[in-house]
């Protein structure tokens, strides 16, 4: 595709429920990134992927969070029994580098709410 | 780790005149400045980027300015038109960092 494609776009989730959110990378794109944006904040930093590797996952905010990219290229959030303060929109970003100062594009995001 | 504030936080400015975007970091070793525009609904955009060996750089309308004594940047739109309406980002990110610190974001609104 063109861009960085996320699914589901909007997501409503009752407390406790598990959720699943994907990202499909720009294709022959090495690093992918996801990131949690709260309402009305910057977006702050879960996870790193450097192909199929996880090299950092320091701000995944608890173990209910879990973040894979098996074959290196699409990757999924997982968030087990979601709570309310994990509503916010879920963004991904992918680039040729390894590491920033190479242009990251970012996906639309999917926007979680946790009822 | 690293502290990235941005003010104001809402701007709005006549068309054609300038607008200005500062930002404040805490690590002395992040080296890498992007900006991003984040419009209603969509992912942010980078728009512009400075590395901390250099002062300055410009775009057309758009110029970054960089002081690392200070520890602070500014992002600097000219000539504004109403398209240039979204909410803008600083970051920072350290030598070998794999991530991005954000600000908070600064609503600028262009009236036509």
């Known amino acids: 595709g063109a861009g960085v494609s996320q699914s589901p776009r909007y997501k409503v989730a009752k407390r406790g429920q598990d959720v699943a959110l994907r990202c499909d990378p720009i294709s022959g794109h090495v690093s992918l990134f996801w990131y949690q944006q709260a309402l009305g904040q910057g977006p702050e930093f879960l996870t790193y992927f450097q192909n199929e590797a996880q090299l950092d996952k320091s701000g995944l905010p608890s173990d209910r969070f879990f973040a894979e990219r098996p074959e290196g290229s699409v990757s999924t959030l997982k968030i087990q029994r979601t709570q309310q303060e994990d509503s916010a929109v879920y963004l991904c970003?992918?680039?040729?580098?390894?590491?920033?100062?190479?242009?990251?594009?970012f996906g639309q995001g999917t926007r979680l709410t946790v009822v | 780790g690293e502290n990235v504030e941005q003010h104001p936080s809402t701007l709005s400015v006549q068309e054609g005149d300038s607008a200005v975007i500062k930002c404040t970091y805490s690590?002395?070793?992040?080296?890498?400045f992007p900006w991003y525009k984040q419009e209603l609904g969509k992912g942010p955009q980078l728009i512009i980027d400075i590395r901390s060996n250099v002062g300055e750089k410009k775009d057309q309308r758009i110029a970054v300015t960089l002081n690392k004594t200070a520890k602070h940047f500014s992002l600097h739109i000219t000539e504004t038109q109403p398209e240039d309406s979204a909410v803008y980002f600083c970051?920072?990110?350290?030598?070998?960092?794999?991530?991005?610190?954000f600000g908070t974001g600064t609503r600028l609104t262009v009236i036509p």
């Open positions: 690590d002395s070793a992040s080296n890498y």
């Open positions: 970003a992918s680039s040729t580098g390894p590491l920033w100062g190479t242009e990251a594009f």
């Open positions: 970051a920072a990110s350290g030598s070998g960092a794999n991530n991005l610190f």
